[in-house]
């Protein structure tokens, strides 16, 4: 092999090699840059996955907070209805309350109401001997009713009846007017003065005073149809 022939041999060599080289960096460069692909991938994915995590984690820190002030502040708007229901009622009271002390001021107005009270505690005891419990200011007159009660009493009953009026206790004057009835050693009681009856259709009237100020209430069956 002459010299020319051993430079060509050479030359090949060299080109083979130079291929070889550069299919080698080719590989390792696809192969750096798939791997660089595949941890990059993961990293991101890792990632995401910290974001959806701490996402969820607000998300459902918020609806928590969100669900608590909705309940907090429906409890507030409850309180202030029922308060300023509660202060609705308390002012009639006091009102109707007045009016029930001028009413006293009427005599014979007063009266026919108080004979009312007393029999309608009377038919509740239905006994034939009873005492009345009354304010100091009644006890005179109801003294001079006494007579107009038992006849009244026998026409609607049967029963006759002795009444008297307990002088050992009275009612406080606050109660307005109205008796309370007892018989048999006080064993059977029956209040009826003014206040009770008073407070009694309060307790009726509260439905419809509701209604009048916050409107009618879905739930409520017992006021429809009247």
Known sequence: MNKSQLNQQLDKMIRFIEFEANEIEQNIDTQSE???????NEIILKEKLKIDQLYKKKTKFMNRTTATMITKLMT???????????TFIKSV?????R????????????????KKLI????YQVLEEKISLILISDDMECVDLMIPELSEIYLANTGMNIEINIDNSIKLPNQEIGGVM???KGRRLLVENT???R????TQQAIPIICTGLFGPNPTRTYLRNK
């Open 34 to 40: 798939n791997e660089f692909d595949i941890k990059k």
């Open 76 to 86: 507030n708007a409850k309180l202030e209805i029922l308060n300023a229901r509660d």
């Open 93 to 97: 009271l006091a009102d109707v309350n």
């Open 99 to 114: 009016e029930l002390l001028k009413l006293r001021n009427h005599k014979s107005q007063y009266l026919k109401i108080l």
């Open 119 to 122: 029999l309608q505690a009377m």
């Open 181 to 183: 009835v007892t018989a």
């Open 194 to 196: 003014l206040v009770v």
């Open 198 to 201: 008073l407070l009694y259709l």
